[in-house]
């Protein structure tokens, strides 16, 4: 027991010429309030009032006058604090700060709390041969020679799966999802040689595609994935990360493909897409493919998204069911 509290003496103690220290370097917080507890208080009480070397102090239902009390003369273990070192507005202000030093944080109670994210609304495109093969290949009749935009140049296959993409590859004039019509699933719609709009709005992100009316709507309230159920398009979860949009998609049903080679997944299949614009016309595309039924790890494409810049431009319509029961009757 006498051994713990001296070590805690000895670290408040030590936490004393922190503070003096820490009492040096201007801080510049939003709340003035804010200011005065981490010039001062956050050492012991840790940030936000939450509590540390000394008991939390938020949120403060003490009486300012009562707290200014114990600041200059010391209480127990903490030490008295001089108004060279803290004014006494300064502790008034951060006793009005730890009433609610979430809602200070997020602006000072005063102006707008929303920090201001960039606007992706638009038209883009990608512009490469990714939605032929994601990995470095020849031209072929129709199909664009490209070099990989897989970091690493090649999918990490686990062994036994190689063979699925092999027969896929063999058969993919007839077997690709997407010839048949089908939603072509994430990544791959980001990266077909359509255009696609975005359209941003505070709590979701919508984006329409040329290609077979597909649409993603992308939630960005905070809320969570549903129940597990199978989508073609997954169900898509986003968030800010500084100036990112970090789009989390999972619940695939399997069935779709990266590419029209054969490049495919299972319904395990977790894809985390980073959006960071990089310039009014340009978006740097990055998609994270996590699916342990098929890859030894995790692995990466990564491409630019171009604005499309004509004016008068929309989002026309190819219409993919209706080529394919015309090439059905055809046959
Ligand atoms: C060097 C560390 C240290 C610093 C700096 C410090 N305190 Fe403390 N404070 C303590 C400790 C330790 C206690 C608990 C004392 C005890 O229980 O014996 C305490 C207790 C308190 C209490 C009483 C809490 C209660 O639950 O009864 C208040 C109020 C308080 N501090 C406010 C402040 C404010 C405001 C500041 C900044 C101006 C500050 N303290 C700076 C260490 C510190």
Known sequence: MRIQSRRRAARIAAACCIVLLAGLHTAWAQHPGEAA??????????????????????????DADY???????????MPPISARELSDDEVYQLVEYLAAPGAAAAGGGQAAAEPEHPDL??????????????????????VPAGLSVVVGETIPYRDDALAQRRQNFENRMTDDPVRQCFLPGVPRIMYMPFPFQIIQTPDHMVMTFEFAHAVRIIYTDGSPHPLP???WMGDSRGRWEGDTMV????????????????????????VEERLTPRGEDHILYEATIEDPEVFTRPWTIRMPLYRRLEENLQILDYDCVDFF???????
């Open 247 to 270: 789009i989390n998609t999972t619940y695939f049903n399997g069935q779709t493909w990266f590419d029209a080679s054969g490049n495919y997944h299972s319904n395990q299949l977790n």
């Open 37 to 62: 507890y981490d010039k001062v208080c956050v050492t012991c009480h840790g940030p936000q009032g939450s509590g540390g070397l000394a008991p939390a102090l938020a949120p403060m239902s003490y």
């Open 67 to 77: 707290v200014l009390a114990i600041v200059r003369e010391g209480f127990g273990q």
């Open 325 to 331: 029961l015309d090439s059905l009757i055809e046959r």
């Open 121 to 142: 609304s638009g038209i883009w495109q990608a512009l490469n041969a990714a939605s032929w093969n994601l990995e470095a290949h020849n031209a072929e009749d129709g």
């Open 229 to 231: 159920n199978d989508f």
